[in-house]
């Protein structure tokens, strides 16, 4: 079975991995399709990605957090994601209120919900599961680039429980539900 894994920075992946936030907000690569970033997948991955990730974007309490690729040329897959709900965020007011539910600053979700002059962003919550034991796989010539999606060929995995109890997800789903209907 090909898996696929969705790129992300680093410091967010780490905070999914230790079970920090459940959220992700995601609008796309420069390289994706003129729509832009689709969930095309229920299942992935996670792909830390050290390209493009910028301090004056994360949260203040989550900078401590960056770091430099400690593997260059590996790629090292810490979890695999579940995603629990999807919702495309169509209002700024409404996408600004997520900024406590996950690590980017206002200002960056608000130039991520104006890239390309489409108005909307998808809010992702996730059940993160880690790899019993995690897996390195070296990064070819096709990883590379501003892309969400990159499959990785037939890869065996096992996942270990989530991250975070299942009462936790469905709290944080909750919440995010009651910011998104305000």
């Known amino acids: 079975m090909t898996r696929p894994a969705l790129k992300e920075w680093d410091t967010q992946t780490q905070l999914?991995?230790?079970?920090?936030l459940s959220l992700l907000i995601r609008k796309g690569g420069v390289m994706e399709t003129h729509d832009g970033f689709e969930v095309e997948h229920r299942s992935f991955l996670?792909?830390?990605?050290?390209l493009h990730q910028n301090?004056?974007?994360?949260?203040?309490?989550?900078?401590?957090?960056l770091r430099d690729d400690p593997?260059?040329?590996t790629i090292h897959l810490p979890a695999l994601a579940e995603v629990v709900a999807v919702h495309k965020i169509e209002?700024?007011?409404?996408?600004?209120?997520?900024?406590?539910?996950?690590?980017?600053?206002?200002?960056?979700?608000?130039?991520?919900?104006?890239?390309?002059?489409?108005?909307?962003?998808h809010a992702l919550l996730l059940r993160i599961r880690p790899l019993t034991p995690p897996l390195d796989v070296p990064e070819t010539p096709e990883m590379l680039g501003c892309?969400?999606?990159v499959p990785l060929g037939n890869l065996e995995i096992a996942a270990g429980k989530a991250?975070?109890?299942?009462?936790?997800?469905?709290?944080r789903q909750q919440h995010l539900q009651e910011l998104i209907q305000t």
């Open 16 to 20: 999914l991995t230790q079970g920090r």
């Open 147 to 149: 892309v969400s999606w």
């Open 163 to 171: 991250v975070i109890p299942e009462a936790e997800l469905q709290r």
């Open 71 to 73: 593997q260059p040329g």
């Open 46 to 50: 996670l792909y830390p990605t050290f």
């Open 55 to 65: 301090a004056a974007e994360l949260q203040a309490q989550y900078q401590p957090l």
């Open 91 to 121: 209002s700024l007011d409404t996408a600004l209120r997520l900024e406590p539910l996950q690590a980017l600053t206002a200002a960056a979700i608000e130039r991520r919900f104006h890239y390309r002059n489409r108005p909307w962003v």
